[in-house]
């Protein structure tokens, strides 16, 4: 396992901003209607405390997943991981998208390394355990991915098997982590397809705008197909309603949309809007580090209570 020190990870530009100036009460709370229920006005569901563990392994692979765009894939894909390691789990987060914004969300310059995933899923003389590389969070690991993955959709899909090549992958260092995230790209392509293919549940973050809703029906017409024809044990572990804000009615009313459409599948956690997230991706650290008693640090842990619980 190569390791990449807090000092390389950053560019020589200085984008550094004041560290952690007032940490909580600048933002929106947390979601929470006068009379104490959860979203769409559903009562709170008790979410048990995580069990401890005594030994670790084999990682449930959670495929992050929802074809639009700039919904809190990345987002949520850094801070469930972070949030995860504090209940004692070890996670590897997988960057399956050739932007590479969970590689940079992290602090690792991705464009910079000779070898990602990419070279995992092409190249037989590269093992998973070649590319990894160690967060700066403790018991989080990272299998980055840069602009090179854009070329394995075209490369995989004369092979035999294209759609199993990420499992075969993870298999080696399956038995290591407690949970396997992957960030997948904003498409339904053969990438997703095979996130789709290794996952043991699909996590999808919903933005709270009405035309989000769209999009989703499609995505589980996708899930379907998949847990059908390829991995009979997929299911939609939840819903994670993101970039919610309390103050509109906009956003309260499509929260009760999405409640009423998905029902049990939404999770209790709704991960509001603010300015905190995109801080936090310039400061290369996750929520939980940048801010830990933020309401958006707090609503991923409960995120990660809710996920271990399920
Ligand atoms: N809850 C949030 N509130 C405000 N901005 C957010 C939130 N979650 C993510 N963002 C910002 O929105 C942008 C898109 O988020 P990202 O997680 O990269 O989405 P995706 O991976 O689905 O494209 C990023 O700039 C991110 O910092
Ligand atoms: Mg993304």
């Given at each position: 396992?190569?390791?990449?020190?807090?000092?390389?990870?950053?560019?020589?530009?200085?984008?550094?901003?004041?560290?952690?100036?007032?940490?909580?009460?600048?933002?929106?709370?947390?979601?929470?209607?006068?009379?104490?229920?959860?979203?769409?006005?559903?009562?709170?569901?008790?979410?048990?405390?995580?069990?401890?563990?005594?030994?670790?392994?084999?990682?449930?692979?959670?495929?992050?997943?929802?074809?639009?765009?700039?919904?809190?894939?990345?987002?949520?894909?850094?801070?469930?991981?972070?949030?995860?390691?504090?209940?004692?789990?070890?996670?590897?987060?997988?960057?399956?998208?050739?932007?590479?914004?969970?590689?940079?969300?992290?602090?690792?310059?991705?464009?910079?390394?000779?070898?990602?995933?990419?070279?995992?899923?092409?190249?037989?003389?590269?093992?998973?355990?070649?590319?990894?590389?160690?967060?700066?969070?403790?018991?989080?690991?990272?299998?980055?991915?840069?602009?090179?993955?854009?070329?394995?959709?075209?490369?995989?899909?004369?092979?035999?098997?294209?759609?199993?090549?990420?499992?075969?992958?993870?298999?080696?260092?399956?038995?290591?982590?407690?949970?396997?995230?992957?960030?997948?790209?904003?498409?339904?392509?053969?990438?997703?397809?095979?996130?789709?293919?290794?996952?043991?549940?699909?996590?999808?973050?919903?933005?709270c705008e009405f035309f989000s809703l769209r999009g989703v029906a499609l995505l589980i017409d996708t899930i379907d197909k998949v847990k059908e024809r390829l991995n009979p044990k997929l299911e939609i572990t939840g819903i994670l309603a993101?970039?919610?804000?309390?103050?509109?009615?906009?956003?309260?009313?499509?929260?009760?949309?999405?409640?009423?459409?998905?029902?049990?599948?939404?999770?209790?956690?709704?991960?509001?809007?603010?300015?905190?997230?995109?801080?936090?991706?310039?400061?290369?650290?996750?929520?939980?580090?940048?801010?830990?008693?933020?309401?958006?640090?707090?609503?991923?842990?409960?995120?990660?209570?809710?996920?271990?619980?399920?």
């Amino acid at each position: 396992m190569s390791t990449l020190q807090p000092g390389d990870r950053t560019s020589s530009v200085d984008l550094s901003l004041s560290p952690r100036a007032g940490d909580d009460n600048d933002e929106p709370s947390d979601y929470e209607s006068p009379n104490g229920t959860g979203p769409g006005g559903r009562p709170r569901r008790h979410i048990p405390e995580p069990p401890l563990l005594n030994q670790h392994g084999p990682a449930k692979v959670l495929a992050i997943c929802n074809q639009k765009g700039g919904v809190g894939k990345t987002t949520s894909t850094i801070n469930l991981g972070a949030a995860l390691t504090e209940f004692g789990r070890r996670v590897l987060l997988v960057d399956f998208d050739p932007q590479g914004a969970l590689s940079v969300g992290l602090g690792i310059p991705a464009h910079t390394l000779e070898q990602t995933i990419y070279n995992v899923l092409i190249e037989q003389s590269v093992g998973t355990d070649d590319v990894i590389i160690r967060t700066s969070v403790e018991n989080m690991d990272l299998l980055p991915s840069n602009i090179d993955l854009s070329a394995a959709e075209v490369q995989l899909v004369s092979e035999v098997g294209r759609e199993h090549a990420l499992m075969r992958a993870l298999r080696p260092v399956i038995d290591r982590y407690d949970y396997v995230l992957v960030d997948c790209q904003p498409s339904l392509g053969l990438l997703t397809v095979n996130a789709l293919a290794a996952a043991d549940g699909v996590l999808i973050p919903l933005e709270c705008e009405f035309f989000s809703l769209r999009g989703v029906a499609l995505l589980i017409d996708t899930i379907d197909k998949v847990k059908e024809r390829l991995n009979p044990k997929l299911e939609i572990t939840g819903i994670l309603a993101t970039m919610f804000d309390p103050r509109t009615l906009h956003s309260r009313e499509v929260m009760a949309r999405v409640v009423e459409a998905f029902g049990e599948t939404v999770f209790d956690a709704v991960i509001n809007r603010t300015v905190r997230f995109p801080e936090t991706t310039v400061a290369g650290e996750p929520i939980t580090r940048w801010a830990p008693r933020s309401a958006g640090a707090k609503a991923y842990r409960t995120l990660a209570r809710e996920v271990i619980a399920r």
